[in-house]
């Protein structure tokens, strides 16, 4: 039972390229969001699915594209990657009961 | 619009000094506030609400609505509990995304 797991854990890319953070989660909730976690900034909410088939927009969605595959995973797409959205990307997942938000390990993305 | 505001970025306290992480919200309803802790190479992970008025390693924090607040406190701090806190709100539970603060580092000095 792995929780929330996130690919890759690290990744470097130069300006313009394109790239596309897994995460996949094993315990059966609905909801899945994505955070950008930068120094002085905290964490911010850029994309996030109530279930699925849908998506909405959080705070910093601009730059970014998301994909609800099924209920187990949530992918979020850089198309054309800048220096600004180098940041540690974190998916997450909430227990509805509870409000609990459970984490995955985070991504590390350096863009030049 | 809801926000959470944590005005200290680093505290520095000395080992077994007591500690107080400071937040405050703006939520015109009833919010669920939580905490949430980083510790250095691990996941973020939940350390108390406010609803379970429990305590976890050794942190409290207790909702002020008439201040707006739920600061985090310990009565002696612990080289352990450097990590970095987050305070955080939901206007309903599980519904909508947690609104973070951002954050404050503690630095437990021996």
């Known amino acids: 039972n792995a929780g929330v797991t996130q690919t890759p854990k690290f990744q470097v890319l130069k300006t313009g390229q394109s790239m596309t953070l897994q995460c996949a989660q094993d315990m059966n909730h609905n909801s899945m969001y994505w955070y950008r976690q930068d120094p002085g900034m905290g964490l911010r909410l850029i994309y996030y699915?109530?279930?699925?088939?849908?998506?909405d927009k959080g705070e910093v969605p601009n730059g970014y594209n998301v994909s609800r595959l099924n209920k187990r995973e949530f992918s979020l797409r850089l198309e054309s990657a800048a220096p600004s959205q180098t940041s540690v990307y974190f998916c997450?997942?909430?227990?509805?009961?509870?409000?609990?938000?459970?984490f995955g390990e985070g991504s590390r993305l350096t863009v030049l | 619009a809801q926000r959470v505001t944590q005005p200290e970025k680093l505290l520095s306290v000395f080992k077994g000094a007591p500690v107080e992480l400071k937040c405050n919200y703006s939520?015109?309803?009833?919010?669920?506030l939580f905490w949430y802790v980083q510790y250095s190479r691990q996941r973020l992970q939940l350390l108390l609400r406010?609803?379970s008025r429990e305590s976890i390693k050794g942190f409290t924090a207790d909702l002020n609505k008439g201040e707006t607040s739920f600061h985090l406190k310990k009565p002696f701090a612990q080289e352990e509990d450097s990590a970095m806190y987050y305070c955080a709100l939901s206007p309903n539970s599980g519904n909508t995304p947690l609104v973070f603060g951002k954050g404050t580092r503690l630095s437990v000095i021996a």
């Open positions: 699915s109530a279930s699925e088939g849908t998506t």
């Open positions: 406010h609803i």
């Open positions: 997450a997942t909430p227990d509805t009961n509870t409000g609990e938000l459970f």
């Open positions: 939520y015109s309803g009833s919010p669920e």
